[in-house]
């Protein structure tokens, strides 16, 4: 990886050049468009290097991997055609350490990065549907750029509060963007979600401003494990940055839900006080439970993360950060230097969320 990691664009573009050439079948299963496609590959490929020696939790990202291809149509055999190609690909540019060797050990690990993937994509066809079709049954704007969604499943829709799901609008054809839930799993099974309208995001503007009712999405799997541990009862600090208060919403109804009475404290970040725009919910839910505190923060005197500064002591909470990208960095290192130890730190990849919000 090191090798090629100067020419990763050109890797990936070379990549694909052969799988289309060789299989043009293939074409369909990916969007017109593949720019971001192509940042996804790589992002995989450096992912699963960077937890090579760490085989539970390469082994649970594949599976997931795996698991989440199926809304693609990706079947077992289209396995060796990626793999022929990525070997096209390192052959050509990783020139330096390129030999029979490394040649064996990228086929090995090819192999068996592919046989997790199908395994589990397997395991997962007698449990669950490769994709969901959801009906858009409420869009609610709430700011010029901000909609609140309410989805109605064709199927039941099981997931934990704090997960997110991938979606597909009918507008851009297998284009994919992640979305967490912005409630607890509900009775009615409807899942909401809150969604900003990003420059260029093709997936976020069209739920945005031309979604309506009656409308039909499709749905991958649920995943993520930003989720409540449900077997303590320390306390939680939750950031939620922006849109990101969506997933830290489903997880105070969820501690509300299992009847707990441990203390939660919201921090609601935002850029004005305009832009707080489901901080009605917020409070409406502090009122209703005594254990719950929500401190908006708008920017100001103090950068977002920083303010929880002014309250605590966190040091025997359980933190779950959530937001853009360089919210979560910095909200990370802030809690570190709290006292609050890594593996008590809950947040979405953020390698996911770069692509997330488009
Ligand atoms: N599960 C998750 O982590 C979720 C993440 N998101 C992401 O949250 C973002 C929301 O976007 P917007 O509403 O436009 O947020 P925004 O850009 O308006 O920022 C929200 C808050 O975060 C703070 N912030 C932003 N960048 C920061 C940085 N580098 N360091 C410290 N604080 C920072 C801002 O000061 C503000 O208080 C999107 O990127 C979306 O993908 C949204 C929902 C769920």
Known sequence: MADVGEDAGKVTSYFYALLFTRHPELRSLFPAAMDTQRDRLLKALLTAAEHIDNKPVLTEYLRNLGRGHRKYGTQASHYPAVGEALLGALARYATNTWDDEAEAAWIRTYTAISQIMIDAAAENELRAPAWW??????????????????????????????????????????????????????????????????????????????????????LGPPAGSMTVDHTTDSGLLCLGGGTGIAPIKALVEDVAEHGERRPVDVFYGARTDYDLYDIDTMLRLQQSHSWLSVHPVVDGRTHFPDAVLEYGPWNSHDAYLSGPPGMIRSGVDALRNLGIPGERIRHDSIEELVAAGE
């Open 133 to 218: 079709h959801a009906e858009v049954v409420s869009h609610d704007l709430r700011t010029p750029d901000i909609a609140v969604i309410t989805l109605r499943p064709d199927q039941p829709y099981p997931f934990l509060a704090g997960q997110y799901t991938s979606l597909e609008t009918p507008w851009w054809p297998r284009v994919w963007r992640h979305y967490s839930f912005a409630a607890a799993p509900r009775p009615d099974g409807l899942l909401s979600f809150h969604v900003k309208a990003v420059p260029a995001g093709w997936v976020s503007n069209a739920l945005v401003h031309r979604a309506r009712p009656g409308d039909t999405v499709r």
